[in-house]
Every structure is written in C-alpha cells, then in structure tokens.
C-alpha cells in the first residue's frame, strides 16, 4: 500500500515492511513500481542506479520481459553491448512480439560487428512493423558490411518506393555503386539526394570524394567546402579539400586546412604526414620536423616518415640522427639507391670515409646494371600513395587514406542523451536538498541557504547541502543509502516525538530522493507537513520531487498539467515561510519556464539574482528565456555571464545562436 500524500497518517503505519522498498517480500507485491523508479533512473541517465531496480524486479519476477528489457537498455547506454544484448535476448524469450526489443539488440550487435546477427533481428521487427522507416534503413547499412550489395540494392528499391523522398536512401544506393566501382551511377543517386536535402553534409562529402578520384579538385573543393559549411568540425572534411587545394597549387589554403584538422584531431596522421611534407617544401624544415617526430610516435615503424624527417634532419645538420634513419630505411630496403646516397654524403660531410665509400660503392655496382639519376625527385602535384604503399620511392607523395570511408549513421532512439529527445531546450535543473555536494574546479559557486543551515545546526545527522545535479549513484552509494534508510526506519519507529521525527523524516526523503524513489520521499514529506505545516524544506523538497516525476511521465506522454499546480503550490507556499530565499525564486521560475510562462519566468529568475547574483543556473536559464522571447542580445549576455562563473555549457548555445 502506497501513502497518499493528500491523507493525514500517523507515524504508526510506517512499518518496516513497507518503508524497505528492497525487501524482497515487497518487492513481489510491487514490481511494477520498481520497473517505473528504474525507468525514471534511466530517464536522469543514473544507469547504474536504474540497473540496481531492475535487477531487483528480475529477482522478484523473472518472468517479466519488460525489467530485462530495460536493464538492457541501461547497459546500452554504458557501452556494454555484449551485456545489453544478453538480457534482449532474455526479454524476447520471455515476449517475442515486442519490436522494440529487437530493434535494440540489432544495434548492440552492430556495436560488436555481428551484422548477420543485426540483419535477423531487424527482419523480424520489420515484420511487425514494416512502416518503420528507421529499420529498414538500418537493415541496408548492415547488408553493405556484409558485402550484399545487390540484396541492399533490392531493398533500397523498396525503401524509396514506400518512401521516395528519403534523401538517405539515395545516399546509401550511392555508397553501393561506389563499392561496385559504377561511379556513373553513384553520381546520379548522390545528385538526387542533394536534390531533397541539400543540408547533409556527409552526402557532399561523398561527392567530393568521387571529384577528388577523377581528379576535378576544383569541384571537389567546392562540394567539401559546402560540407564544411554544414559540419564544420569535421577534421576529415578538411583533410580531403586540403589536398583539393594543394592540387590547385592553393599551398595557403592547403596548409590552412591541415591546421584546422589538426587543431579538430590532433592525433590525425595523415594531417600531420602531408603538413609536415608541405612544411618541406616552403623551407619550414623544423617544424616539418616536428609533425614527423608526431607521425612516428603514433607509428613508430612508418618508413616513409622516417626518410622524410632523415632528409630534414640533414638539410639542418643534424647528420647523426639523419644516418639513424636512413640506416633503418636502407635496413629494409637495401637497394633504395637514393637513400644510400644521402647517408653517403652524411658521412662524407661527418668525415667518416670508410662509411661513405662503402654506401657510395654499393651506389656504383648498381650503376653498371642500371642508370642512376642523383638528383631528388621533385614533389609532384598530382601524385598520391596511399596510406599502405610502401614503396620507397614514393616517400615525398601525399599520402591518402587506403579507402574513403563512409561513416554510417545508424537510425535509432538510443543515441544520445535521453533528455534531448523529449524537450528542445535543455534547462538547468530545479536546486533541491541533497547529502551530496559537487565540486567542480572551473564551477566555485557554494550554495547556501539559512533554513537549510539551521536545519544542519539542530540536527544531529547527514549534513544536507543544495545541489543543482544530483550526481550519478553506483552500487556501493546506492547500498550506503539504503541501509540508512533502514537505519532511520527504525529510529522512526522508535521516535516517541514529534520533535524527534521531524529531522528523520528530511532525512529520509533526501535519501529516498538520491536513489530516485520520488514517490517515497513525498510520502515523508507529506507526513511531515501534516505534522508542522510551517516545514519550508519539506514544500521545497516536496517540489523538487513532483517536477522529478512530472518530468518523466510527460516523456511518455502522460499529462501532468495537474501534477505540475501541485508543484506550484508548494513553492509558493515555501516563499511564503522564506521571503528571501533565492533558490525557491529560481525553482519556480524553472517551472515558469517549462510551461512556457516566460514572463514570470523571467520575473522570478530575475527576483532569484537580485538576492544572490552569483548564481550561474539563473543567468542560464534567465538567458534561454530571453532567446525564446527573441531578445538574443540579453540572452546571450546572460549565458556569457553564466559561462564567465562556470557553467561552460553556456558558450556552446552562445555559439548556436550566433551562427543562427
């Protein structure tokens, strides 16, 4: 039996057997309100929490297929894919006729490369669901891993005739064609699908990369510099219009683009080969230095970096570490004639004769077989060698990766951040009671609040501090607190006093709230407020814990407009008790904000920084404001305010804005 918060109750019924939600007695009776708290963790992205829900709803009811379902997706989220799949596995033997079960394990088996294994489970979900455009898509990516280019074909032919404006689809017969080397084709798909998305970057891309093979550099740089346009933080986009431009004896430009990529990617080797060969050729010989000293500590045995730094090392006199790396060229290549030469001349110019002559006689015994020009080859415009040519020959040629490949975008509600799929605005959170501080190196802002010092000053327990985030709970936190849970379920029982129990009941619904059992800590704080209505934490706390689940119910679509009153009442009514306390101010103006009441919003934000103006959630939150009603100058002065104490998230909608 659940307390209504809306009943008074006397402390009497608060039995251990109903307070311990992780018995196992209660459990059996309540797995229904496990798998929701779990869901709601999952939600807060706690996933280690969520886990320790379901596995206690698994314990109770195995045969349930939602709990396992759920722990599945949890594990997704920690990039256990073996795991996540294991436990679909176990949800569909238990109910084979949820699609979304399979559609979750086909992508945990695409993260571990069984893209057979993928390709049966989205044909199964298509079964049941063939409208789902976002499987089939899927479905085709894996068939082009497996190599079944005319089945993917076939079923591209499907697609776009249920959908035949689905620029992606385009996209994907094209990368086909590519593979097939029928680049006539692949143009005419990847030209209709700019035609009806013209703002996909990667598409432009792969045009690109078939001007770049037929050697139209010119058309090539303008399809990579639309793309860049679009996703400009693609270090590989600009690696590609770098060699555009080379091409175009564009040097600038060139060596431009390899910075950019560099400064995206900084471990980038081609980035680092080509600039570094560039560096070279304009006379820059330290600094080319430099990238091929980069070069060979991600590659240590890359032969071609070697000779190239031991021709910089020696054109800056640095002769001994230039002979080390000719020697390990010529170790591999003995009859690399011109690097014989050069070593030569290294000792010549060391006064090591014997050394030079040796290299210089085995230079003249291949002379009478064969023609040797002593001059360096010039670096040619127009010559590349791939990433795995290891001709010696072709040390001073840029270098292009072995294949261009296409990174797949899989199709799927399992990316990203859960919130961003529910809401477009990513508000800071309510401040709430916690046992938990977090400290942060850029962030210096402390919380503070006299009611909540008091509270800390007369109690003889876990210090409560006001947080903004609750931090994620592993499983040793999560153990701590629900043995004081227990520990202060006895002490409850054992209260004679109101007085006494005041204190408990906070502490309990604080703890209750730091594992996500909302419902449970309102029930305390309910109790408490029936017993002192003038307890300011718990409206507050009250709150905080109502918008909690008022936020994920309205993720499954539940109408909370009800729900969401409640949570007003109660930080009105704190406001009553504490005139000044700014975090009550910023709590509902939160809730303004998320009812899309942006006046008062804005009123109550501003009211909120007039008692502490070093809040950094308020002046981000005040800044949303202020862009959603079209003020862009005021909003983006309060996120760079908000950004100038800390909260670094700021700059990155700053950014947004200003592109817009």
Not at 25 to 33: E, G, M, V
Not at 46 to 64: G, M, R, T
Not at 321 to 338: L, Q, T
Request: net charge neutral.
């Amino acid at each position: 039996m659940i307390l209504n918060g809306s009943k008074v109750r006397r402390l009497v019924f608060f039995s251990l057997s109903y307070l311990l939600t992780f018995s196992p007695l209660f459990a059996q009776y309540n797995t229904d309100r496990l798998v929701m708290i779990g869901r709601s963790a999952l939600y807060y992205e706690d996933y280690v929490l969520s886990i320790q829900y379901f596995n206690q709803a698994i314990s109770a009811k195995p045969y349930l297929y939602e709990p396992w379902f759920f722990r599945g997706v949890a594990k997704f989220y920690l990039d256990d894919f073996r795991g996540a799949e294991s436990d679909c596995t176990q949800a569909i033997e238990r109910n084979p006729y949820v699609m979304t079960i399979y559609e979750l394990r086909g992508l945990c088996r695409i993260n571990q490369k069984n893209y057979s294994g993928a390709i049966d489970d989205y044909t199964r979900a298509i079964r049941y669901n063939p409208d789902n455009q976002g499987l089939w898509h899927n479905r085709i990516l894996c068939r082009i891993n497996e190599k079944d280019y005319e089945r993917g074909l076939a079923e591209i032919d499907t697609m776009l005739t249920r959908w035949s404006n689905y620029a992606r689809g385009y996209a994907m017969q094209a990368e086909i064609y590519l593979l097939k080397k029928d680049t006539t084709e692949a143009v005419k798909s990847l030209d209709k699908s700019l035609e009806l998305d013209p703002y996909d970057a990667g598409i432009w891309a792969e045009r690109a990369v078939i001007s770049l093979a037929r050697q139209k550099w010119k058309e090539g740089e303008g399809y990579l510099t639309k793309a860049i346009h679009l996703q400009p933080k693609n270090a590989g986009y600009y690696i590609n219009r770098a060699l555009a431009r080379y091409n175009q004896n564009g040097l600038r430009g060139a060596m431009a683009d390899y910075d950019t990529a560099l400064d995206l990617d900084p471990n980038n080797f081609i980035g680092h080969y080509n600039r570094g060969l560039l560096r070279a050729q304009v006379g820059d010989d330290n600094r080319g230095i430099e990238d091929f000293d980069f070069v060979l500590r991600l590659e240590p045995n890359d032969l071609m970096a070697l000779f190239n730094r031991a021709l910089l090392l020696e054109q800056t006199g640095n002769l001994r570490d230039a002979i080390r790396d000719y020697s390990k060229v010529i170790d591999e290549f003995p009859n690399f004639w011109f690097g014989l030469e050069h070593r030569a001349s290294c000792y010549r110019r060391l006064g090591l004769a014997k050394q030079a002559e040796a290299d210089e006689f085995r230079i003249l015994k291949a002379q009478m077989d064969k023609r040797y020009g002593g001059k360096q080859p010039r670096l040619s415009k127009r010559q590349m060698r791939r990433k795995s040519d290891t001709d010696p020959d072709k040390y001073n040629q840029l270098v292009v990766a072995d294949e261009q490949q296409v990174e797949h975008e899989y199709k799927s509600d399992y990316r990203g951040k859960v919130q961003n799929r529910q809401v477009e605005m990513a508000w800071q959170q309510m401040f709430a009671l916690s046992f938990f501080t977090v400290y942060d190196k850029v962030r210096s802002y402390i919380a503070f609040d006299k009611d909540v010092d008091a509270f800390n000053q007369q109690s003889r327990a876990h210090a409560l501090h006001i947080i903004s985030s609750q931090p994620n709970i592993d499983e040793a936190r999560m153990n701590r607190h629900v043995a004081f849970i227990d520990s202060v379920t006895i002490a409850i029982g054992e209260t004679k006093g109101n007085v006494d129990v005041k204190p408990l009941l906070v502490q309990r619904a604080v703890a209750y709230s730091a594992i996500q059992n909302f419902d449970a800590a309102i029930d305390d704080l309910s109790t408490l407020i029936q017993m002192d209505s003038t307890a300011v934490l718990a409206y507050w706390q009250r709150a905080v814990c109502q918008a909690k689940i008022n936020e994920f119910n309205a993720s499954q679509g539940t109408n909370v407009e009800l729900k969401s009153a409640n949570v007003l009442s109660d930080l009105c009514e704190a406001l009553k008790l504490a005139p000044n306390n700014p975090y009550l101010y910023y709590n509902r103006g939160c809730l303004y904000a998320i009812r899309k009441d942006y006046h008062r919003a804005l009123d109550d934000f501003t009211r909120a920084l007039s008692f502490d103006g070093n809040i950094p959630e308020a002046y981000y939150n005040r800044g949303l404001v202020y862009l959603q009603t079209n003020k862009t100058t005021e909003g983006v002065a309060d996120l760079s305010k908000a950004g100038e104490l800390g909260l670094y998230d700021a700059y990155s909608v700053i950014k947004k804005y200003r592109e817009k």
